[in-house]
């Protein structure tokens, strides 16, 4: 960067950004790295990569680059950090709540459920019967974290993957699938 845009104020780097002048907010963003990556850093590894929040980071920077005011009551390094907190906070939210999700609707395949087509109709009822009873059964006596790991684990993915997708231990994650066995070989007929 241009020794041009140091003496500059985030105000003026702000009006020069708005008229087109992209150096401007590349300035902004030199200016911001170490906030940024230091709330980051205080994120990090809750859910999110910190790479990934540093980038939502710079994005929160554009939009209170674009959105601030002057006479707006805080001067523009106070409303960008608290643009890029709250945005990072959101991401974090957002980010552990889609991993957290038990989606009970996979699960409701009554109607769904795949049956062989040499299986009587009877038996397909009853097959679909006897699965709606397991899914009831499992809604009710596993916790919504032994739904989560049982959920992943039923699409496949390692005990390894389960536990770095949902932010817990291995050993966490083989203690709930020991509780899921116990609990599921105790269901009743």
Not at 84 to 107: D, G, T
Not at 142 to 160: A, F, I, T
Not at 171 to 185: E, F, H, T, Y
Request: charge should be negative; glycine fraction near 4%; proline fraction near 2%.
């Amino acid at each position: 960067m241009t020794e041009q845009w140091n003496h500059l104020t985030d105000t003026e780097l702000i009006h020069l950004f708005r008229s087109g002048e992209q150096l401007a907010f590349q300035q902004l963003a030199l200016r911001y790295l170490f906030l940024i990556r230091s709330k980051a850093a205080d994120l990090g590894g809750k859910g999110v990569e910190s790479d990934d929040l540093v980038q939502e980071g710079f994005l929160a920077l554009l939009s209170a680059a674009e959105t601030y005011e002057e006479n707006g009551g805080a001067v523009f390094r106070t409303y960008a950090a608290a643009c890029i907190k709250n945005r990072l906070v959101s991401a974090v939210r957002s980010a552990n709540s889609r991993k957290n999700q038990w989606n009970a609707s996979a699960w409701r395949l009554e109607e769904d459920v795949p049956v062989h087509e040499n299986v009587q109709p009877e038996n397909a009822l009853i097959i679909k019967e006897d699965f709606a009873r397991l899914i009831a059964y499992m809604e009710t006596s596993l916790s919504p974290s032994e739904l989560r790991v049982l959920s992943l684990y039923l699409e496949g993915h390692s005990y390894d993957e389960i536990a770095r997708t949902l932010g817990i231990s291995r050993k966490s994650c083989d203690n709930a699938m020991q509780r899921v066995r116990k609990k599921l070989k105790d269901l009743p007929v």
